[in-house]
C-alpha cells in the first residue's frame, strides 16, 4: 500500500549532516597539531578516510584520490606525512614518486620493472639472488609493505628480527665449518661444538618463526597504503598512463604482466602549477606580503587562478583530471601571517625539545617576544616569501640552535663562559642580531 503523505502524523527530525562526527574531530585534531590552516583539505581528507574505513567506498577505485596543487612550502607534503603518522605511527610510512626523476619514458621501468629481456628484469622467483633484479616501485610489496608492518605487533616484530639475527650468526658459523674443509663429524656435532647448540634448537627457531608468519600471513594488496606522486606536472606524459590506470581500476600491471592491487590505497598528487602566474599576478596587484587585509580575495584568486592553470596545462590532460574529479581538487593556500607564527611556535618548541633530548640537559630556555617577531620578518624577506614556512626550520637551526649547542660545548669546558644545567636562558632580538642571555647564577647579584 502507498503509504499517506498526507496523513502521515510521524515526527520528523531534521538532522544536521554538516557538522562531522566524532571519529572525524579525532582525525582533524590530530591533523591540527602538525599542520597550521589548510582545514579544506584537512577535513577532505578525514571524511574520505571515514569512508574507506567503513568500507563505504567504490570497490574498483583506490580508497582515496586528492590533487593538492598550490604554492611551495605551505603544508602539500607535510599532511601527506601527518596522514602516514595517523594511519602507522610514522610520518615515513609512505611511498613517494618524485615526479621530476621520471621525466624520461624509460624511467617507466623504475615503477613498473623492465620488460622481459632487458637486463634487470624483476624475477623475484628466480632462486638465484643476483638474477632477482630491483623491485619496482610499485610491486605489491613496495605497496603493502608499511600496512603489514604496522599490522604485525612490536613483540612479535622484534622477536622476529632476534631469532632471525641468531639463526643468520648459526648458519654463518655452520658455513665457516663448512669451509674449513675439515673432515669428520656432521653438521649437527659441528653445531654442537661450535655453540653448545643441539641442531633441534636451530630447528626450534626456524619453527618459531614459521609460526609467527602464519599468525600473522601477509595478504597481498589488503593493507591501507598511501602512494604521493609528487611535482606531477615534471611526470613524462607515458608515465601518466599508468596513473590513468590506477585511478581507472585500483590496479596496475607490471612488466612482468602481475597486478599490483592498490584498492586500499590513498593517492596523493602534489603540483606547483599555477604558482609562478600567480606569483606574478600577486606581485602586479601589489598584494604580496602576509599583512595584507584582502586576504580573502586572494584566496578565491588562488582557486581560481590554479583551477585554470591546471585546465591549461599540457601536463594535465582532461582524462586526468576527470579520472581525479574535480571536487578532489583541494588548492593549497598561502599562509598567512598567524599561521606563519603558529609554525614558528610550534618549530621553537620542537627546537626547545631537540637540544634539551640531545644533549641530555636540562635547562631553562625563554624564547622573548622579539626573537618571535624576528623570526617572522625573516620569513617574509623578499628572498624567502616565496617559500611558504619552509624557511622557518632552517633559520631556527641556524639562528637559535647552533648558538645554543655553542654555548652548551663552552659550558662544558668553563661553567662561566656557556650553559650549564638548571641554568635560564633567555633568547631575544634586538636590531635585527640574535641576544642569547643566561641568568645570574648568584641569587643576589646585581
Ligand atoms: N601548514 C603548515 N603547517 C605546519 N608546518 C608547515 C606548514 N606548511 C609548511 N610547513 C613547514 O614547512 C616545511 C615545508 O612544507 P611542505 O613540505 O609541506 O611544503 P609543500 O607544500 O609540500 O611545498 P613544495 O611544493 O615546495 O613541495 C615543512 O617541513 C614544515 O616545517
Ligand atoms: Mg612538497
Known sequence: MVPDIERDETPWV??????????????LDFFDRFVVGQEKPKEKLASKFLTYKHGLNKEDKPAGVLLFPGPSGVGKTSMVKVFSNFLFGSPKTFTRIDCAEYQESHTIARLLGSPAGYVGLWDPDNPDPSRKGIEPQLSQW????????ASVPNEVKQRKMRLTEELGKLNQKLQDLKDSQVEGPDDEARLISAFNLSLGEFKKFQAEIRQLDEKYPYRPGGYPAILLFDEIEKMHHEIVKVLLQILDNGMVTLA??????LRNCFIFMTSNVGSERLAELLENRGVVGFRTRTVEKIDQLIYKTTLEEIKRSKHFPTELIGRIGK???MVFRQLKEPEIRKIIDMQLEQAREEIMFKKKISFKLIYDQSLKDYLFEETSDPLNRALGARPVEK????KIIEPVRNLLVKGAENAESGIVANDSVKILAENNEIIVQRASRTPNAV
Not at 142 to 149: E, H, R
Not at 395 to 398: A, L
Open 395 to 398: 633559520i631556527i637551526e641556524v
Open 142 to 149: 613496495n605497496i603493502d609493505k608499511f600496512g603489514y608492518q
Open 327 to 329: 571536487e578532489n581538487i
Open 256 to 261: 612482468n604482466g602481475k597486478q599490483t592491487i
Open 14 to 27: 531534521r538532522l544536521d549532516y554538516k557538522t562531522p562526527p566524532q571519529e572525524a574531530k579525532k582525525l
